[in-house]
């Protein structure tokens, strides 16, 4: 009899430390809602081919209910589950550059993603386009380049790119890139440090991380210093349309704590503001600015404070970079460098002086259209067609950083914001550790 208590007593025991520590390490478990984005780096050069593995390591912590569930540098595994064509722009493009591959973007189904701990979890999450996204920041202590510095800025780095290319490390990965770039047919790769962004398409149960001390939920205190909030945008921006003082949303990703962990801005509080300016793209390569600020947060517990909040990173494809000045001012960033069309026109003009038949001329006049420009040049072994065709790219580089109808600088909704936040009116100060 006492034997059989006793077994119903440890049974139920067990049952009620299942029910308070069901989860790894003793922690309850917490749910990651459906729709949350996640960013996510390519941790391993991958052949871009369906059903091709894939690995990623996460670049920013979640939260949920303002408890840190998975910390920076979790590993994620997926596959590439469908193939999609590129944006005929890019397309378009590559085709003007020599490049006739069926250039093509990846939709990836990331199925589970391991904490540095050592606990697994299973997920099911997609990417939310075939572009990788990348957080562009602002530049510290951004001065003005004369004309001739710029020149010789961009030919520095291209020296140092050279150089990079054989004796940084993955030099091998880098020449194999070097060499498909000038074949007008190549197979395609997901380049290591490429960045996606992924949603999760269903709930995520985990357990907070044990090492990390509880937030402090029951002080809440209000905003005394400079501080960084991570934040995603709730309405579209684009400077062709917005104007000076259209309303402006953004929500609170990641809770902003105090040095003794105690909680300064919730996760999921509402940030308010305003366009500042907007000037929509013009020609001559001018391309569209937005200036946008935040002077108040809403707490989801009807608190509201003023603040002034300005934009020091935002999300973009790295297909289109963003610069963003000490005012928050953000606008497209188009080489303006002479000196590429510069070479470029130089070494077209220079065959003209050469006698047919040299094959170094045509050779090298020929540039801007990647190998198979210099294969014509050669074949024809003519000095005009090799001119001809260096003439035509050194033109098209022109046009495009000169004389084209610039880019209006566009952010969607989910857009990622990071924010230099302080009281309204305050000075400048510190960071919150």
């Avoid at 590439?80 to 020599?98: D, N």
């Avoid at 398409?201 to 357990?207: G, M, Q, S, W, Y």
């Avoid at 497209?332 to 000196?339: G, L, M, V």
Wanted: net charge neutral; proline share 6%.
């Amino acid at each position: 009899m006492c034997s059989f208590r006793a077994k119903i007593v440890l049974f139920f025991s067990l049952f009620l430390a299942g029910l308070c520590f069901g989860a790894p390490g003793g922690a309850k478990q917490t749910t990651v809602p459906a729709g949350t984005l996640l960013r996510v780096e390519i941790v391993r050069r991958t052949r871009l081919q369906k059903n091709r593995p894939i690995e990623g390591r996460l670049l920013d912590p979640v939260y949920a209910e303002n408890r840190m569930l998975i910390p920076s540098g979790a590993t994620l595994e997926g596959t590439i589950s469908a193939l999609h064509p590129a944006a005929h722009g890019k397309r378009l493009e590559a085709k003007f550059h020599g490049d006739f591959t069926s250039l093509e973007e990846p939709v990836i189904q990331w199925t589970e993603i391991e904490r540095s701990d050592g606990s697994r979890y299973p997920l099911l999450a997609e990417s939310t386009d075939g572009a990788g996204s990348t957080l562009y920041f602002r530049k510290a202590n951004a001065t003005h380049l004369s004309l001739f510095r710029r020149a010789w800025t961009s030919l520095v780095g291209h020296k140092n790119s050279a150089v990079d290319t054989v004796t940084a490390p993955h030099k091998w990965d880098r020449l194999q890139m070097y060499f498909w770039s000038q074949m007008p047919y190549h197979p395609q790769y997901l380049e290591e440090g490429l960045q996606f962004e992924i949603a999760l398409t269903r709930d995520l149960e985990v357990a907070a991380v044990p090492s990390i001390v509880p937030v402090n939920l029951s002080e809440q205190q209000s905003l005394e210093h400079l501080v960084t909030v991570h934040s995603r945008l709730r309405s579209d921006l684009n400077s062709a349309k917005a104007k000076a003082g259209d309303p402006v949303e953004a929500v609170v990703t990641q809770p902003v704590l105090d040095a003794q962990n105690q909680l300064i801005i919730p996760q999921n509080s509402i940030l308010r503001g305003k366009v500042l300016s907007a000037t929509p793209a013009r020609r001559f390569g001018r391309n569209g600015v937005l200036r946008f600020s935040f002077n108040e947060v809403n707490l989801p517990s009807g608190f509201r404070q003023p603040v002034d909040a300005t934009p020091m990173a935002i999300e973009s494809s790295p297909d289109t970079r963003v610069a963003i000045d000490d005012e928050g001012a953000i606008a497209q960033q188009t080489n303006r460098s002479i000196a590429a069309p510069l070479v470029m026109g130089l070494l077209s003009a220079q065959a003209l002086g050469n006698d047919d038949g040299a094959l170094g001329s045509p050779l090298i006049a020929s540039n801007g259209f990647a190998l198979l420009g210099r294969l014509a040049a050669v074949g024809i072994g003519s000095r005009y067609v090799g001119g001809a065709i260096g003439a035509a790219g050194t033109a098209r580089t022109v046009y495009t950083r000169f004389l084209a109808h610039g880019k209006d600088t566009h952010f969607n909704h989910d857009t990622e914001v990071v924010l230099e936040m302080s009281p309204a009116h305050a000075h400048r100060m510190s960071h919150v550790p």
